[in-house]
């Protein structure tokens, strides 16, 4: 086990880093807990272990304007009512550990949402030397099979 409380990544508890300083403070989000499928035997009938942890992307002032901007863009097919991310977890047998991992997830997709878009490729000129030498080994690739041909092999 580790030395920092799980979760926290070594922060302060109830902080989930986004990106660099950024990160979604603890009282922005809504977490919902309710019976989870899977293994668990007796147990998973009477615990509430599946987490839904829901972020108000729309509404938050934890994020600088231009990532949330960009993150409300490419997140569109995601949001439900208006502008709020919902990540699940159920995974784990344990409440604490799903909770842990919908953090985790909420924090990773917001990560990868609002991060730049990458820099475009400049185009560059495949300079003249290599083309030719690849025209003259095409070429002489060529004599090599047409000497192949009709070798009259009786």
């Known amino acids: 086990m580790s030395a920092h409380s799980p979760g926290t ?16 403070p603890e009282a922005e989000l ?11 035997g007796q147990h998973v009938n009477t615990s509430d272990s599946q987490v839904e942890l829901r972020f108000d992307l729309a509404a938050t002032d934890a994020l600088p304007q231009v990532w949330k901007d960009r993150a409300l863009e490419r997140l569109a097919g ?8 919902a990540v699940r977890a159920s995974e784990h047998r344990s409440q604490w550990r799903n909770r842990e991992s919908a953090a985790v997830k909420l924090a990773a997709l917001l990560a990868e949402a609002t991060a730049p878009p990458p820099k475009p ?13 690849r025209l003259r080994e ?8 047409r000497g192949r041909a009709g070798g009259g092999w009786d």
């Open 138 to 145: 095409k070429k002489q690739r060529s004599q090599t099979k």
């Open 30 to 40: 809504v977490w919902r807990f309710s019976r989870s499928s899977g293994p668990g």
């Open 121 to 133: 490729r400049r185009k560059t000129k495949i300079p003249r030397g290599i083309n030719e030498r």
């Open 9 to 24: 990544g070594g922060h302060a508890p109830g902080r989930h880093v986004v990106r660099g300083s950024v990160s979604l």
């Open 78 to 85: 995601r949001l439900i009512d208006g502008g709020v991310i």
